[in-house]
């Protein structure tokens, strides 16, 4: 269960956060790290803070969250599925286990499942290149992955 | 008495199952009041072996692998803890040829030792290269590397001697080391296995670095995707710390060197060494335009010496040895042994050390056996998303920096990637515009624009609309990219591209069909 936080939650956390990373050279990437992980995702809400506590501008805290492919501005579904569509993979079949995953769970990778179950997101390379295709789903990671191993991490992912 | 079983850690293994397997061993020992101690290794590299678990026996380690879960009492049944016959014992592991062929000196150590041992470390020559260094004034080090004919592993093939005499000789007292751990090339895993099977070289490397420079500080920059490389690098920073081999006075010498781990965000431009400086100031990680090399305005705009893992993990043993003894080995300016990446679609897959100048065939056909589907090699990409892909008429060309670079293409990372003939070269040139769109770091035209416009004009090829103009099109594109982009992102998309339109023209010809909509 995700808990609902409100401004003043996040704003408090986030100021903990900031302080907690002091004493980093550039601390942004990991400030912004512990919200996702803490959150979820990294909340608006967290932006301005940041910016204030770092003498940024909002502006360039939002540049820096929406440049990365792993911060998100909204939370992810319960789980989360990450497919390597990278070359390797492609050469052991990645792409058709790719279309598999999109026809079951019926949305296009980026996206999340209508009841907030899985969420589907490309990842290039998980250095599991010998062994592909590779995947990894919560942070758990999977090698030769094929059908029949993808049927079954979707219904345990409850689809 | 023990019996020691080793159970590799990396990433690849636990990817196999190798974590069922440690605790099934553990299980059934306990079980049958087996008296057993597991250790988790490094990889050594044989992919297709793991988990590869490893008995030490009076004769020496066997392997037995792929093991999985379901294999573990049958295993205990055949006596495999004194190096039972059973359908997976492979004998001694160092007598695989896969492994015995190799020239492991960047890798001597890594599925050997226990990873978060420095005893162990210590006890198969770790560490001596430090000593070493710290007998000898800062100009000998760098002069020891240099002389080593070392050239950047990340793919640039610079040489780190000169990088490090150009930070040394930089003015200020502020300087820094930065590892490009940011290994996002597909095909490529050198770096995380090396990190996850024998972290504490990285540090040792890390630290003669410095001392030669005169950085007290260090950064080792790698990815979110690899979680257990990240934990095995703080583990073994955290031991070394409390050893003293990192800390005010690295091994009592007097001289400082501290570091720790930063992780990206997801962003494959990262590993471009200026983006990557960036990114670690945490700013967006865009290209920066050199000059400034970042050798005199780095991380913090302080002189810094960037390098790859496998770049900083050869300087010990060049350090232990000399730089006769590492120069000696290779071809040509290449000088060494490099860690090939045998990958993708192929039987014996995984990471083989050796000296420069094996053909491709033989890393191919030879060592890695062909394809895993059984079917014949059609093409093979070399050195990641932004390297060329050869056909077999090119497989004489020999693993070096010139020879690749002489047939329009690069090593990289040293990643071989083997495709079988069912491979679509259009899709692949395709692939390789749409990756550098969606890594694109945005700052320049031709890389963030020309990326979108090669999509569209092979999807335009691939319908069959005006094909021979489609061709042209894209060939300008990959000129204008080339010689105008900021980065390699850019600068080296067109390699992929235009070597599938080169040496596979048959899959650039119209389709059939669509000529008949028309």
Same mark, same amino acid.
């Given at each position: 269960?995700?808990?609902?936080?409100? @401004?003043?939650?996040?704003?408090?956390?986030?100021?903990?956060?900031?302080?907690?990373?002091?004493?980093?050279?550039? $601390?942004?990437?990991?400030?912004?790290?512990?919200?996702?992980?803490?959150?979820?995702?990294?909340?608006?809400?967290?932006?301005?803070?940041?910016?204030?506590?770092?003498?940024?501008?909002?502006?360039?805290?939002?540049? =820096?969250?929406?440049?990365?492919?792993?911060?998100?501005?909204?939370?992810?579904?319960?789980?989360?599925?990450?497919?390597?569509?990278?070359?390797?993979?492609?050469?052991?079949?990645?792409?058709?286990?790719?279309?598999?995953?999109?026809?079951?769970?019926?949305?296009?990778?980026?996206?999340?499942?209508?009841?907030?179950?899985?969420?589907?997101?490309?990842?290039?390379?998980?250095?599991?290149?010998?062994?592909?295709?590779?995947?990894?789903?919560?942070?758990?990671? =999977?090698?030769?992955?094929?059908? +029949?191993?993808?049927?079954?991490?979707?219904?345990?992912?409850?689809? | 008495?023990?019996? %020691?079983?080793?159970?590799?850690?990396?990433?690849?293994?636990? *990817?196999?199952?190798?974590?069922?397997?440690?605790?099934?061993?553990?299980?059934?020992?306990?079980?049958?009041?087996?008296? =057993?101690?597991?250790?988790?290794?490094?990889?050594?590299?044989?992919?297709? /072996?793991?988990?590869?678990?490893?008995?030490?026996?009076?004769?020496?380690?066997?392997?037995?692998?792929?093991?999985?879960?379901?294999?573990?009492?049958?295993?205990?049944?055949?006596?495999?803890?004194?190096?039972?016959?059973?359908?997976?014992?492979?004998?001694? %592991?160092?007598?695989?040829?896969?492994?015995?062929?190799? %020239?492991?000196?960047?890798?001597?150590?890594?599925?050997?030792?226990?990873?978060?041992?420095?005893?162990?470390?210590?006890?198969?020559?770790?560490?001596?290269?430090?000593?070493?260094?710290? !007998?000898?004034?800062?100009?000998?080090?760098?002069?020891?590397?240099?002389?080593?004919? /070392?050239?950047?592993?990340?793919?640039?093939?610079?040489?780190?001697?000169?990088?490090? !005499?150009?930070?040394?000789?930089?003015?200020?007292?502020?300087?820094?080391?930065?590892?490009?751990?940011?290994?996002?090339?597909?095909?490529?895993?050198?770096?995380?296995?090396?990190?996850?099977?024998?972290?504490?070289?990285?540090?040792?490397?890390? #630290?003669?670095?410095?001392?030669?420079?005169?950085?007290?500080?260090?950064?080792?920059?790698?990815?979110?995707?690899? $979680?257990?490389?990240?934990?095995?690098?703080?583990?073994?920073? @955290?031991?070394?710390?409390?050893?003293?081999?990192?800390?005010?006075?690295?091994?009592?010498?007097?001289?400082?060197?501290?570091?720790?781990?930063?992780?990206?965000?997801?962003?494959?431009?990262?590993?471009?060494?200026?983006?990557?400086?960036?990114?670690?100031?945490?700013?967006?990680?865009?290209?920066?335009?050199?000059?400034?090399?970042?050798?005199?305005?780095?991380?913090?705009?302080?002189?810094? =010496?960037?390098?790859?893992?496998?770049?900083?993990?050869?300087? $010990?043993?060049?350090?232990?040895?000399?730089?006769?003894?590492?120069?000696?080995?290779? &071809?040509?300016?290449?000088?060494?042994?490099?860690?090939?990446?045998?990958?993708?679609?192929?039987?014996?897959?995984?990471?083989? @050390?050796?000296?420069?100048?094996?053909?491709?065939?033989?890393?191919?056909?030879?060592?890695?056996?062909?394809? *895993?589907?059984?079917?014949?090699?059609?093409?093979?990409?070399? +050195?990641?998303?932004?390297?060329?892909?050869?056909?077999?008429?090119?497989?004489?060309?020999?693993?070096?920096?010139?020879?690749?670079?002489?047939?329009?293409?690069?090593?990289?990372?040293?990643?071989?990637?083997?495709?079988?003939?069912?491979?679509?070269?259009?899709?692949? #040139?395709?692939?390789?515009?749409?990756?550098?769109?969606?890594?694109?770091?945005? !700052?320049?035209?031709?890389?963030?624009?020309?990326?979108?416009?090669?999509?569209?004009?092979?999807?335009?090829?691939? *319908?069959?609309?005006?094909?021979?103009?489609?061709?042209? /099109? #894209?060939?300008?594109?990959?000129? %204008?990219?080339?010689?105008?982009?900021?980065?390699?992102?850019?600068?080296?998309?067109?390699?992929?591209?235009?070597?599938?339109?080169?040496?596979?023209?048959?899959?650039?010809?119209?389709?059939? &069909?669509?000529?008949?909509?028309?």
């Amino acid at each position: 269960m995700r808990v609902v936080l409100s @401004e003043k939650d996040i704003a408090e956390r986030t100021r903990a956060v900031v302080v907690a990373h002091s004493e980093l050279k550039g $601390p942004l990437l990991p400030i912004l790290h512990e919200l996702q992980h803490e959150f979820g995702h990294v909340p608006e809400g967290a932006l301005r803070v940041i910016a204030d506590e770092l003498n940024l501008s909002r502006a360039e805290v939002h540049g =820096v969250a929406s440049f990365y492919h792993d911060f998100r501005e909204a939370p992810a579904g319960r789980h989360v599925l990450k497919i390597c569509r990278a070359e390797a993979c492609q050469s052991m079949g990645a792409d058709d286990l790719a279309g598999q995953a999109e026809s079951r769970l019926d949305i296009a990778f980026g996206n999340t499942t209508a009841d907030g179950a899985v969420t589907l997101e490309a990842v290039y390379c998980l250095g599991l290149c010998a062994c592909g295709p590779a995947a990894m789903v919560d942070g758990k990671i =999977v090698a030769r992955l094929d059908a +029949g191993k993808l049927d079954t991490l979707l219904s345990e992912c409850g689809q | 008495m023990s019996v %020691t079983v080793y159970v590799p850690l990396d990433a690849a293994a636990i *990817a196999l199952g190798a974590d069922d397997v440690a605790d099934a061993i553990s299980k059934e020992a306990a079980a049958r009041g087996a008296d =057993v101690k597991i250790i988790r290794n490094g990889s050594r590299g044989m992919v297709w /072996l793991e988990p590869l678990v490893e008995v030490v026996t009076d004769a020496g380690r066997v392997a037995f692998g792929p093991v999985s879960e379901g294999d573990v009492a049958g295993l205990f049944d055949a006596g495999f803890l004194t190096g039972g016959d059973h359908a997976l014992n492979l004998g001694l %592991t160092e007598e695989i040829p896969f492994l015995k062929r190799q %020239t492991r000196l960047t890798f001597a150590r890594c599925g050997i030792i226990d990873p978060h041992s420095l005893e162990d470390y210590e006890a198969h020559g770790g560490l001596a290269g430090l000593r070493n260094a710290l !007998k000898m004034s800062r100009a000998d080090i760098i002069q020891q590397v240099t002389d080593s004919g /070392l050239r950047g592993r990340g793919g640039a093939g610079f040489p780190t001697g000169i990088k490090w !005499k150009t930070v040394h000789d930089a003015p200020g007292t502020e300087k820094y080391i930065v590892c490009n751990a940011d290994e996002g090339d597909s095909g490529t895993f050198a770096d995380r296995m090396i990190m996850e099977g024998d972290p504490f070289i990285l540090i040792e490397g890390m #630290a003669i670095a410095a001392i030669a420079v005169g950085a007290e500080h260090g950064y080792v920059y790698t990815r979110s995707e690899y $979680p257990h490389a990240i934990k095995a690098m703080n583990d073994a920073i @955290e031991i070394a710390r409390k050893a003293g081999l990192l800390g005010p006075s690295v091994l009592g010498s007097g001289y400082a060197f501290d570091m720790e781990v930063r992780m990206g965000a997801g962003a494959y431009v990262c590993g471009e060494e200026t983006s990557l400086l960036n990114s670690l100031e945490g700013k967006r990680g865009v290209v920066r335009s050199k000059p400034p090399l970042p050798a005199l305005e780095g991380f913090l705009g302080k002189p810094t =010496v960037v390098n790859n893992v496998i770049s900083l993990t050869s300087v $010990p043993v060049i350090m232990d040895k000399g730089a006769a003894f590492y120069r000696d080995f290779g &071809m040509g300016r290449s000088h060494g042994t490099i860690p090939i990446q045998i990958a993708g679609n192929v039987k014996y897959g995984g990471l083989f @050390e050796t000296a420069f100048g094996l053909s491709l065939g033989e890393i191919v056909d030879d060592i890695g056996g062909g394809t *895993a589907t059984g079917r014949p090699v059609r093409a093979v990409q070399v +050195g990641g998303p932004l390297g060329a892909y050869f056909p077999r008429d090119l497989f004489d060309t020999p693993f070096d920096y010139e020879a690749f670079a002489a047939r329009d293409g690069l090593i990289g990372h040293a990643g071989v990637v083997v495709f079988d003939d069912t491979v679509d070269m259009l899709k692949q #040139a395709r692939f390789a515009f749409e990756f550098c769109a969606v890594e694109s770091c945005g !700052k320049c035209t031709p890389c963030r624009i020309g990326s979108t416009r090669g999509v569209e004009t092979l999807d335009k090829l691939k *319908a069959g609309i005006e094909p021979e103009k489609q061709i042209e /099109l #894209a060939s300008d594109l990959c000129n %204008t990219m080339k010689f105008g982009s900021l980065c390699a992102l850019g600068g080296f998309t067109p390699y992929p591209v235009m070597s599938a339109i080169t040496h596979f023209p048959e899959d650039f010809k119209p389709a059939p &069909m669509a000529q008949a909509a028309e």
